[in-house]
């Protein structure tokens, strides 16, 4: 009897120590940085006092966006809400055009020696091509800001799971595959058995990669094309000097792409049966 409560004081106290750790690393230091964050802004707020708003101002300022995210007041007075789902629309439309491009390139590429002397030296020349600089050839294409918007995020969203698809179908143990040629596997069986499985953690890294960049791309594309959506937001808002709504925009674009990067890692999750990393 004494050394079982031995053992269930023993396991009491790792519990406890195991809480402590989970509540700091998860709960405690997450917020000490947060309130990092908003001191740097409230000093900055007090330096500046003219135009910059301290973080209870702010709050105050956008009370009403906050409470009443999808009201519709006009033409072009949406909530926020209305315009984050507008901006989603184009970045997951482009971003899934572009998977659905760059996934079977990628594994062409990665399989296919010749494939890879093809369009190795292409990639390479696009893939450094700032995005902002496909807006006036889709604009000409296009002849409309919303198609536009999609193109550049297409060819934003394209490069990233191409090169990491391709790099994960040519990471494949040699050994994998002489031991399909051995039990003389169709084509298409170690494709689907051997290939797919292997590849598929760096095929995720680039969809995240890509998904990222997409969402970073569509608010400067939305500031320069203009129309309905958080990038055009943020910057008619600078325009009128309110700050207040700005700071806004940015909490909630930051939130938007990690919630969009937990989706993401969640589905490579289910899909790898693997967990994600979280990088």
Not at 79 to 97: C, D, T
Not at 211 to 234: H, K, N, P, R
């Given at each position: 009897m004494q050394n079982r409560s031995q053992l269930v004081a023993i396991g009491r106290r790792g519990s406890f120590?195991?809480?402590?750790?989970?509540?700091?690393?998860?709960?405690?230091?997450?917020?000490?940085?947060?309130?990092?964050?908003l001191a740097i802004w409230w000093v900055v707020a007090l330096f500046r006092r003219e135009l910059v708003p301290t973080p209870p101002q702010a709050f105050v300022d956008n009370l009403d966006y906050i409470l009443h995210p999808?009201?519709?007041?006009?033409?072009?007075?949406?909530?926020?809400?209305?315009?984050?789902?507008?901006?989603?629309?184009?970045?997951?439309?482009?971003?899934?055009?572009?998977?659905?491009?760059?996934?079977?390139?990628?594994?062409w590429i990665g399989m296919s020696p010749s494939a890879m002397a093809m369009f190795n030296p292409t990639v390479q020349i696009l893939r450094p091509v700032s995005p902002l600089a496909w807006l006036p050839i889709a604009l000409s294409i296009f002849n409309s800001a919303d198609p536009a918007a999609i193109f550049v995020i297409f060819i934003t969203s394209l490069w990233p799971t191409l090169i990491n698809t391709a790099l994960g179908v040519a990471s494949v143990p040699q050994d994998y595959l002489d031991v399909a040629l051995v039990l003389e596997m169709p084509r298409w069986r170690r494709i689907l058995k051997i290939i797919w499985p292997a590849a598929l953690p760096y095929v995720f890294t680039?969809?995240?990669?890509?998904?990222?960049?997409?969402?970073?791309?569509?608010?400067?594309?939305?500031?320069?094309?203009?129309?309905?959506?958080?990038?055009?937001?943020?910057?008619d808002e600078w325009n009128r000097l309110n700050l207040s709504a700005v700071f806004l925009s940015v909490l909630l674009i930051g939130a938007t792409g990690l919630v969009l990067d937990l989706a993401l890692r969640r589905i490579q999750s289910w899909v790898t049966h693997r967990p994600a990393t979280q990088t």
């Open positions: 120590w195991i809480q402590r750790y989970v509540w700091r690393e998860q709960v405690i230091l997450p917020m000490a940085g947060f309130a990092l964050l999808f009201y519709r007041r006009g033409p072009g007075d949406l909530g926020v809400g209305w315009l984050l789902l507008a901006s989603l629309r184009r970045v997951l439309i482009g971003f899934l055009l572009g998977a659905v491009v760059a996934i079977p390139m990628g594994f680039g969809l995240r990669i890509s998904l990222g960049i997409a969402w970073l791309v569509i608010v400067a594309v939305e500031m320069l094309t203009g129309g309905i959506g958080i990038g055009f937001f943020v910057w």
